[in-house]
């Protein structure tokens, strides 16, 4: 790590990859650097020329692995692994998206091979929103926890930005919604509860060859229940989702991924004074997540979605895909 600083190779140049790629760009950089970024589109990688010239261009995903200290995975899910496994097995660390990966026996495996050398690109785990719905929770502003609802819903899928990936997003080998949102609200669940398990659900595949269009499960967080469900067509929003969670004296509640709310004694809602918008406070939680991302690379305690936990939500999210709601598949 010269001058202390980190650097970060970037496997991956479409929406995931390019948004954390301006986000190093935008951190100090005695903190971290990028030092490059691949993808094996041609056009991807024309596009990084265009937009971020100064950010160097390797040959494969091998000469990222060599030049980074940590390298940040954000390929389709298929390819999660084996990008990790590299990265690993060249001495580096690795951040990855989500999901760990789409086998949940090879993503097992995965999870005893790593150890602590790697985490998973959650931001709830940085975000501010989050810390204040734990913050009244610390607080006993809900009295004793007692339930989680999670609602996701969806205009079409994939969402309009997603439309270059739909290719895979729509697909139901690696794509959906379950995996990409709702994997986020499980982990919010796991980190604030406890670990999940006790599913009892399924999916609804309407059209042959594309991905989930309704979920709805049961499950548990540590000791409490929790409901989910999900559809595509239900709602005129492009991106519609409330995380909720409810105790025996009030309830607090996470809306439209940053929005964070009490249940106040006369039924209403009150927002947290510094709410906002996602579009202002994703850049917030990004950099806090690099700074984990560097405590990660020098092997520093981290805040980060650990290894560990993204494989429980992974678990959970292909259960979920693997079962089935008869009354509604095509």
Same mark, same amino acid.
């Given at each position: 790590?010269?001058?202390?600083?980190?650097?970060?190779?970037?496997?991956?140049?479409?929406?995931?990859?390019?948004?954390?790629? &301006?986000?190093?760009?935008?951190?100090?950089?005695?903190?971290?650097?990028?030092?490059?970024?691949?993808?094996?589109?041609?056009?991807?990688?024309?596009?990084?020329?265009?937009?971020?010239?100064?950010?160097?261009?390797?040959?494969?995903?091998?000469?990222?692995?060599?030049?980074?200290?940590?390298?940040?995975?954000?390929?389709?899910?298929?390819?999660?692994?084996?990008?990790?496994?590299?990265?690993?097995?060249?001495?580096?660390?690795?951040?990855?998206?989500?999901?760990?990966?789409?086998?949940?026996?090879?993503? /097992?495996?995965?999870?005893?091979?790593? &150890?602590?050398?790697?985490?998973?690109?959650? *931001?709830?785990?940085?975000?501010?929103?989050?810390?204040?719905?734990?913050?009244?929770?610390?607080?006993?502003?809900?009295?004793?926890?007692? /339930?989680?609802?999670?609602?996701?819903?969806?205009?079409?899928?994939?969402?309009?930005?997603?439309? $270059?990936?739909?290719?895979?997003? $729509?697909?139901?080998?690696?794509?959906?919604?379950?995996?990409?949102?709702?994997?986020?609200?499980?982990?919010?669940?796991?980190?604030?509860?406890?670990? =999940?398990?006790?599913?009892?659900?399924?999916?609804?595949?309407?059209?042959?060859?594309?991905?989930?269009?309704?979920?709805?499960?049961?499950?548990?967080?540590?000791?409490?229940?929790?409901?989910?469900?999900?559809?595509?067509?239900?709602?005129?929003?492009?991106?519609?989702?409330?995380?909720?969670?409810?105790? $025996?004296? &009030?309830?607090?509640?996470?809306?439209?991924?940053?929005?964070?709310?009490?249940?106040?004694? $006369?039924?209403?809602?009150?927002?947290?004074?510094?709410?906002? *918008?996602?579009?202002?406070?994703?850049?917030?939680? =990004?950099?806090?997540?690099?700074?984990?991302?560097?405590?990660?690379?020098?092997?520093?305690?981290?805040? =980060?979605?650990?290894?560990?936990?993204?494989?429980?939500?992974?678990?959970?999210?292909?259960?979920?895909?693997?079962?089935?709601?008869?009354?509604?598949?095509?």
């Amino acid at each position: 790590m010269k001058n202390g600083s980190v650097a970060i190779g970037i496997i991956g140049a479409g929406i995931m990859g390019e948004r954390l790629l &301006g986000a190093i760009l935008r951190q100090d950089p005695a903190l971290v650097g990028v030092c490059g970024i691949w993808d094996p589109s041609p056009d991807a990688m024309r596009r990084m020329e265009r937009n971020f010239p100064e950010v160097p261009r390797l040959a494969d995903a091998a000469a990222v692995i060599a030049a980074s200290d940590c390298v940040y995975v954000a390929s389709p899910p298929a390819s999660h692994l084996g990008h990790a496994r590299a990265a690993l097995a060249a001495g580096k660390t690795f951040f990855g998206e989500k999901p760990l990966a789409v086998d949940v026996a090879d993503a /097992r495996a995965f999870v005893a091979e790593a &150890g602590s050398r790697g985490a998973v690109n959650f *931001p709830f785990a940085s975000s501010l929103a989050v810390a204040a719905l734990r913050d009244w929770i610390d607080k006993g502003e809900i009295g004793t926890p007692q /339930r989680i609802h999670v609602e996701v819903g969806f205009k079409s899928w994939p969402r309009p930005w997603q439309a $270059d990936a739909v290719a895979w997003l $729509d697909g139901p080998a690696q794509g959906g919604f379950t995996r990409e949102v709702v994997s986020h609200f499980l982990f919010l669940s796991r980190r604030v509860v406890g670990p =999940l398990h006790g599913l009892n659900g399924g999916a609804s595949f309407q059209q042959a060859g594309k991905s989930e269009r309704r979920i709805s499960a049961s499950l548990r967080a540590g000791e409490l229940p929790v409901t989910l469900s999900g559809g595509v067509g239900e709602t005129a929003k492009d991106d519609h989702n409330v995380w909720v969670l409810e105790g $025996d004296r &009030g309830a607090v509640r996470l809306c439209d991924w940053s929005i964070a709310e009490r249940r106040l004694p $006369d039924g209403s809602w009150q927002p947290a004074p510094d709410a906002m *918008p996602n579009e202002r406070a994703r850049p917030l939680a =990004l950099k806090r997540q690099l700074e984990g991302v560097a405590r990660l690379a020098r092997g520093e305690a981290h805040h =980060l979605a650990t290894i560990e936990e993204a494989f429980n939500v992974q678990e959970i999210v292909e259960a979920i895909l693997a079962g089935s709601l008869p009354s509604q598949r095509g």
